[in-house]
């Protein structure tokens, strides 16, 4: 078989094969790609047949490396390497020839959180914005209302429970269960796995004040309503990810004065107040739906660095270091 017909092949066992998100199976498919691309444009040139080896591999990767971050080489290194673990496991290839591709060491960012003032201020902006642009009795002033108790709920469950922007945007009403005995969301994470979130009463409020006005947002001419989605669209369809991204950014901007704010900001944030308030690790772990441990345990840094800033602003004897006195 050709590449391109190899990697079609391995792209569409990736996703139903081993249920991999159609985020990752796009990432896996666009760094394939440039490599791809690279390997016919070298073969053209030299007027040979298409193939891979540790040469072409290591060529593809130094060009990488004149115009691309460490982090994104490590990542199309990895794809290239499940790549050739796939094509020796259906006998496509003898040896993976990738597995001899070093990584480039990556310098680990702590994530970026917000404060529990700010992300108190985001997730109440949209109020703040519906009471200043006033509220006249017309159908715009009632939808503005409606869109505000939408994206309350919205802000409060991504920051409340950490979930994913992707696991948001798909979440049903079947999903929820709001009773005062036991508020839970039934989440779908990566590689389908399921869990169970806990909802505070925040979220739950936000929630049941949203669902109650819901079908307001029905399509203007079609009155079309999905009947699923927990969260919509003003013409009655699911919201997206793209415009979930869009609105907490929109809303980081009012409630914070921050122009970069993005939904896995309000997880991060959650999972460090978490941990600052004294939540085990197991439980986060839990509750964000991470595979491993190891990937939970990057919250204990951001909750050092945060608590040693603290200290080193607030401490006598860190001002009087940093002043130069004894």
């Not at 691309?37 to 030299?46: I, S």
């Not at 936000?206 to 669209?233: G, K, N």
């Amino acid at each position: 078989m050709e590449l391109r017909d190899l990697k079609t092949s391995f792209l569409a066992d990736l996703a139903d094969g081993r249920r991999a998100s159609s985020n990752t199976v796009s990432a896996y498919g666009r760094d394939l790609e440039s490599l791809l691309v690279f390997v016919e444009a070298r073969a053209d040139a030299r007027r040979a047949k298409v193939q891979l080896d540790v040469f072409v591999l290591r060529a593809w990767l130094g060009e990488l490396a004149r115009r691309c971050k460490p982090a994104s080489v490590a990542r199309k290194i990895s794809a290239v390497r499940a790549f050739g673990r796939w094509m020796k496991r259906y006998g496509h290839a003898s040896v993976n020839v990738a597995e001899q591709l070093l990584r480039p060491k990556v310098a680990r960012e702590l994530p970026m959180f917000l404060s529990a003032e700010d992300s108190a201020s985001v997730v109440e902006s949209p109020d703040a914005e519906n009471v200043a642009s006033g509220r006249p009795s017309s159908a715009d002033g009632a939808l503005r209302e409606v869109l505000a108790l939408r994206d309350r709920a919205l802000l409060e469950l991504l920051y409340g429970t950490g979930i994913r922007v992707g696991e948001l945007a798909g979440l049903s009403l079947d999903q929820l269960s709001l009773s005062e005995a036991n508020s839970v969301i039934r989440v779908l994470g990566k590689g389908q796995k399921e869990r169970m979130v806990p909802l505070g009463r925040r979220a739950v409020s936000a929630l049941e004040a949203w669902l109650t006005t819901r079908s307001a947002l029905a399509h203007r001419r079609t009155r079309f309503v999905d009947p699923a989605a927990v969260f919509l669209s003003t013409r009655g369809r699911r919201l997206n990810p793209r415009a979930v991204q869009l609105l907490v950014r929109r809303y980081g901007l009012l409630g914070a004065g921050r122009t970069d704010l993005h939904p896995h900001a309000l997880r991060h944030t959650c999972a460090t107040h978490l941990l600052d308030g004294g939540a085990d690790l197991r439980v986060i772990q839990e509750i964000l739906g991470h595979a491993s441990l190891s990937t939970t345990q990057r919250y204990t840094h951001v909750s050092v660095a945060h608590l040693l800033k603290t200290y080193d602003a607030a401490h006598p004897l860190a001002k009087s270091k940093k002043s130069g006195h004894p």
